[in-house]
């Protein structure tokens, strides 16, 4: 059995027991409770039944350790359990970690997500020394949840409050509340047993916050007077600049007046252009006539030329029928003239054969004759001279053979030699290449950065920038306001050698974008950027009205380093406006190397700071507790960089030092091959040497070899034999002769007959080749003579293309820009017609009576007057610096502000108000249902009372914060009520303190309750006593009960609603 598992006992019940049968578990009670290394318990377990169920055992068993191990299941912290300040105090000594396992009853209505969890739901909490956690399963041991909020969502479902006496009455409390007799204990338990507490201090938190919210609120409506001060003096300001409204109307006259001057004048300046226009024009015809004149002789010469060419075309078919004709004839000479020399070799080798043949035949007679001497003279003597002859050319053999396998080896060495060479200069070559495209990738740099330096615009965006300014500039009146950009060519920057680069990174391509006015000029503005083909152009909408903006210090990063922000510079606040808002520039922080930027972005952290950039090319931040530092890509000073001959200047000398490294290669590879060619020619030295010493060594092979065959014969062979065999090979021999010459006298006949052809054929192939020699030379006359009409020909072009140059280049240019001239004119004659219309109308001029005085006045006469007039007006306005229009701008704006907070600020007192009624109602309430409460506990605990013939009474005073309880004991004659507990006996205490108790479970709600140590004060006939009502109340009452007592309570026999468990005795 394991250690604690308690044994159950059961008992036979008459069936008029109110509890015979069997209840079922109902939702929320305890099932099983398992202890791993918890307080005294290693490997604890123990099963619950569903109604009253008693834990018994000795002091030091582990009783009290269960209660507290379901207060920490069901989330109560380590203090509140009066047993170890925190949970980690909880884990078994000599052990690392605890775990506390609870089967919670989740059938029945009440069930808790029963599709999740079904009929069991497993709380496991788990204890570490350095960490807990909590998980929740299901009825098969899945994981459901393990949020702290999970667990309280269960334990709300189900109304456990661990906290509460009335659910779980530890050991300390239930000495406390028995023993106390003091009415403020007894008031505070009865308390928060209720939730009365509870409830009250959420009334009071609620009542100081409506307190609070009504000084904001009152606050908020005294700061409206400042601003009404201020509307009052802004209406007598309007008032004060009316009479500056009447200057500015006669100043609207003299405008349109203006306007419509401008047009009249641009109409006397086109009737001039349409002169001019008329005159150039009679300049085309006797151009065109000098045109025309060349073109005919063109078209002349271009006849003769197709003519000539035709003749020739005739000509040089003929040529290449004869060319073909000789090619024919040529292929029949040639196979004549190899088969003849075919022949004469045939001839010439049998004649050889033949010869060769003759000088066999004398060799072998003289053999004869030699074999016949040489036996005659064979003495022992010439044996020994022959053997040492033998000797003397095996030796020769062996010297030749080492000779030969030294030129092998120096062959071999050579031509590693060779290979090892050939990888050099490969490897020269490849270096020489990378120097090379090194060099022409930095020549492109420079030519890349003079180009820039001539242009600015041209830097941030190449060709498409500069194709869309230029489309930009051409429809300008169609745009509301000019766009602005790109917005790098208005920066200017402090520093620009050091920092250019680092403030490029850090703006980004924000530098390449345009910025607009609003949606019309954005849509216009996309539209010209994709006739320019410039895809993916940023845009940017921006109120240009909006002046610099000015932030404040305390919104800067709170450092000394330079921000991005202190080195821009720009005459268009626009542009400095959108680089804040859009690119952070003021939080963005440059510091001169990487460890000054470790420094700043990673350990002082300045408030506001977004990013650090460094000069050495880092960029680094600190976001979400993450330390981050990255490379910032591309080289070069910086497009922003006032000036690139430096830079250009570093790119030239990088370069030059290319092209020296390059050059410098060549020559080494020069140098190698130079080595590669010795080393080849003393390889082709040796192989050639290595050849003739083979041959060598052959031939002396041989020459040994015939030697010990005839010194062999010599010994073995007899002379008469030799000689015999001689004869016959002489007489084979001669009878081969005489057919080999019958053969050669028939090829010389055959040479003979193909010598005689090939003469035939060379004499008519040399009349051909003439012929074909005469035709080539007519068809090279005729040639000379259509170079000459080609000559011709582009002299009468050049004369074209002189007039037509002329045409082109000077009188038609002409024209178009004097028309280019008249269209801009007529352009802006309309745009100054349409300007002018919307200041007024054409018939409004028409019908002024100042027209007279418009037609003398030139424009500039009229803005002289103009400018005299508004120079009074401005003159008055000095005095009051803000335009009427935007005083009364402002006048309006402040007046709808006031209106709408007015409005806020009337809603927030009426929420206020209805909250505090809301309030009121809730704290009558309240007072009602603690008197209810207050009146159910005296009847409930005179009922309890009343079973064991005591009568009582429970005085709740709310205003002092006190309970009293009053006992009529049956046996006292005086009828006195006992006013103190204290003066009761022990038993009788205890009892009335039980019943107390049992009341304040009736009122209150929970699916299980414990008490630990309930009857420490009780003597035997008081312990009887209150176990059998204990029992009946819990019985009736439904819920499940866990009672802890180590004394006898033989007196309640087990059954199916009573499960008694007995804790083994403590280990020594």
């Known amino acids: 059995m394991e250690e604690g598992m308690g044994e159950s006992m059961t008992r036979v019940c008459p069936p008029n027991l109110r509890y015979e049968q069997q209840p079922q578990h109902t939702a929320g009670t305890i099932k099983k409770i398992r202890l791993e290394n918890f307080m005294c318990h290693e490997n604890f377990e123990m099963e619950f039944g569903n109604a009253v169920n008693f834990v018994l055992g000795q002091n030091g068993s582990g009783k009290s350790a269960i209660l507290t191990a379901l207060c920490v299941a069901f989330g109560s912290r380590a203090k509140k359990t009066d047993r170890a300040n925190h949970l980690k105090d909880l884990i078994k000594k000599g052990c ?85 007799g003091n009415d403020k204990d007894k008031f505070k338990f009865f308390y928060k047993a209720t939730l009365l507490q509870q409830v009250n201090d959420l009334l009071e938190n609620i009542s100081k916050e409506i307190g609070v919210a009504h000084g904001i609120v009152k606050d908020l409506e005294g700061s409206i007077k400042p601003v009404e001060k201020e509307l009052k003096e802004l209406q007598d300001k309007i008032k004060a600049m009316e009479h500056i409204e009447q200057m500015s109307v006669d100043i609207q006259k003299l405008k349109k007046k203006l306007a419509w001057s401008w047009v009249y004048d641009v109409d006397k300046n086109l009737q001039a252009q349409s002169a001019k226009i008329d005159k150039l024009k009679s300049r085309i015809p006797a151009c065109q006539a000098k045109i025309d004149q060349q073109l005919n002789d063109i078209v002349r010469l271009k006849e003769g030329i197709s003519e000539k060419k035709d003749a020739i075309a005739i000509m040089m078919e003929e040529y290449t029928q004869l060319n073909q004709i000789i090619a024919d004839q040529n292929q029949p000479l040639s196979l004549v003239r190899k ?13 050889s054969k033949v010869q060769k043949m003759l000088q066999r035949l004398k060799k072998l007679e003289q053999e004869v004759q030699d074999l016949h001497e040489q036996h005659v003279k064979n003495t022992q003597a010439e044996k020994s001279d022959l053997e040492e002859k033998l000797k003397g050319l095996q030796h020769e053999v062996h010297t030749a053979e080492l000779d030969w396998g030294r030129l092998k080896e120096e062959e071999t060495k050579l031509m590693n030699n060779i290979n090892l060479q050939n990888e050099e200069i490969k490897t020269i070559v490849y270096k020489i290449r990378g120097h090379e495209n090194n060099c022409n990738e930095i020549s492109k740099q420079i030519r890349e950065y003079e180009q820039k ?187 922003l960089c006032s000036s690139f001959e430096d830079y250009i200047k570093d790119l030239r000398s990088k370069a030059s030092d290319e092209q020296n490294a390059a050059n410098e290669g060549k020559s080494r590879k020069r140098q190698a091959e130079i080595k590669l060619r ?36 010599e010994n073995s062979s007899i002379p008469s034999s030799s000689v015999e065999e001689l004869d016959v090979e002489i007489t084979e021999f001669k009878k081969k002769l005489e057919e080999e010459q019958i053969l050669l006298e028939a090829l ?23 012929s074909a020699e005469d035709k080539f030379t007519v068809i090279e006359k005729a040639g000379n003579q259509c170079r000459k009409i080609e000559s011709e020909l582009e002299l009468a072009e050049q004369g074209k293309a002189h007039y037509e140059n002329l045409m082109e280049n000077k009188v038609l240019p002409a024209i178009k820009k004097a028309e280019e001239e008249y269209q801009e004119l007529t352009k802006m004659r309309e745009e100054y017609a349409k300007k002018a219309s919307i200041i007024c109308p054409e018939n409004e001029i028409n019908d002024c009576d100042s027209l007279e005085g418009c037609d003398m006045k030139t424009p500039d006469q009229i803005s002289a007057e103009l400018k005299d007039l508004s120079q009074k007006v401005e003159h008055e306005c000095r005095r009051h610096s803000e335009p009427i229009a935007d005083l009364r701008m402002l006048y309006e704006k402040k007046q709808r502000k006031i209106m709408k907070r007015q409005k806020v600020y009337k809603a927030l007192r009426q929420k206020l108000d209805a909250c505090q009624r809301a309030l009121e109602i809730r704290g009558k309430k309240f007072k009602s249902n603690a008197t209810r409460l207050k009146q159910q506990l ?106 802890i007592t180590p004394h006898d309570t033989s007196t309640v026999k087990p059954g199916p609603k009573v499960k008694k468990m007995q804790m083994l005795a403590p280990r020594s």
């Open 96 to 180: 690392s970690n605890a775990v506390i396992h609870v089967e919670i009853q989740n059938e029945g209505e009440d069930a808790f997500k029963p599709e999740i969890y079904g009929d069991v739901i497993i709380v496991e909490r788990r204890i570490s020394v350095s960490a807990n956690s909590i998980i929740l399963k299901d009825h098969q041991g899945k994981r459901v949840g393990h949020r702290i909020a999970d667990l309280r969502e269960m334990v709300e479902h189900f109304n456990i409050d661990v906290d509460n006496p009335c659910v779980i009455m530890s050991q300390d409390k239930s000495r406390e509340f028995l023993h106390s």
């Open 339 to 351: 088969e003849a020399l075919e022949l004469e070799h045939d001839c010439n080798s049998k004649t």
């Open 453 to 639: 330096q001539g242009n600015k615009i041209r830097v941030f965006g190449g060709e498409r920038v500069m194709h869309l300014i230029y489309l930009v500039e051409k429809y300008h009146q169609r745009f509301k306001m000019p766009p602005i950009g790109p917005i790098g060519v208005h920066l200017n920057l402090l520093d620009a050698k050091k920092w250019a680069a680092t403030v490029e990174h850090a703006i980004g391509g924000l530098l390449n974008s345009f910025i607009v006015t609003d949606h019309k000029d954005f849509l216009l503005l996309k539209q010209l950027a994709k006739e320019a083909n410039y895809r993916n152009l940023q845009i940017i909408i921006y109120d240009f009205s909006i002046p610099r903006l000015k932030i404040p210090q305390h919104m800067l990063p709170e450092t000394n380093h330079p921000s991005t922000l202190s080195l821009l510079q720009s005459e268009n606040h626009t542009v400095i406006n959108v680089l804040v808002d859009l690119g952070n520039v003021e939080r963005q922080v440059l510091v001169k190397d990487y460890d000054t930027g470790k420094v700043v972005a990673f350990n002082q952290r300045p408030r506001n700071l977004k990013e650090i950039y460094t000069a050495d090319g880092k960029k680094m931040f600190y976001r979400g507790g993450v330390e981050t530092t990255l490379p910032l890509k591309g080289k070069g000073p910086g497009r």
């Open 678 to 713: 010795e080393l080849e020619s003393n390889l082709t030295s040796v192989k050639r040497h290595c050849e003739n010493v083979g041959r060598s060594l052959s031939s002396k092979k041989l020459a040994l070899e015939e030697a010990m065959h005839q010194h062999a014969a």
């Open 748 to 770: 010389r006949q055959r040479k003979d007959e193909a010598s005689g052809k090939a003469k035939d054929l060379k004499v008519k192939f040399d009349k051909l080749r003439g």
């Open 938 to 1043: 005296s009847w409930k605990f005179n009922d309890h009372l009343r079973k064991k013939g005591i009568s009582g009474l429970i005085k709740v005073n709310y205003e002092e914060n006190t309970l009293s309880i009053e006992v009529q004991m049956p046996q006292d004659a005086s009828n006195r009520a006992v006013r103190d507990t204290r003066g009761l006996s022990g038993g009788e205490r205890s009892f009335s303190t039980l019943c107390f108790a049992l009341a304040l479970h009736e009122m209150s709600e929970s699916p299980f309750r414990a008490m630990d140590e309930f009857d420490v004060f009780m003597d035997a006939v008081s312990r009887k006593i209150s176990l059998e009502t204990l029992v009946d109340f819990c019985v009736a009452q439904g819920s499940q009960w866990l009672f």
